[in-house]
Nanobody, 117 residues
Framework: QVQPVESGGGLVQAGGSLRLSCAAS??????????MGWYRQAPGKQRELVAV???????TYADFVKGRFTISRDAAKNTVYLQMNGLKPEDTAVYYC?????????WGKGTLVTVSS
């Protein structure tokens, strides 16, 4: 089972912080993994990229999170994190983790982040 599992969502006030976790069932440094990343989908909107971390360590961030969110990983725990600071009400969404392995996408079920004003 390759499907990643997200956790860490919840309700937070604007300006607050949350850390999301994405646990993989295989080594995140496996040669079969291309990258892992976070995406989000707000009600009535399309799913969009938030941040991606390649196996080699390169990162990509959406413009709307630069300077506020940080993607990182813990190899010992096979986990990728998304540290979210300075949260805004417009960050409210279901956040999904995606693992790309052998160029195939594996999505988690998502974790809800709600930011109150």
């Amino acid at each position: 089972q390759v499907q990643p599992v997200e956790s860490g969502g919840g309700l937070v006030q604007a300006g607050g912080s949350l850390r999301l976790s994405c646990a993989a069932s295989i080594s995140i440094f496996s040669g079969s993994i291309n990258n892992m990343g976070w995406y989000r989908q707000a009600p009535g909107k399309q799913r969009e990229l938030v941040a991606v971390l390649t196996r080699g360590g390169s990162t990509t961030y959406a413009d709307f999170v630069k300077g506020r969110f940080t993607i990182s990983r813990d190899a010992a725990k096979n986990t990728v994190y998304l540290q979210m600071n300075g949260l805004k009400p417009e960050d409210t969404a279901v956040y999904y983790c995606k693992l790309v392995r052998f160029d195939m996408d594996y999505w988690g079920k998502g974790t809800l982040v709600t930011v109150s004003s």
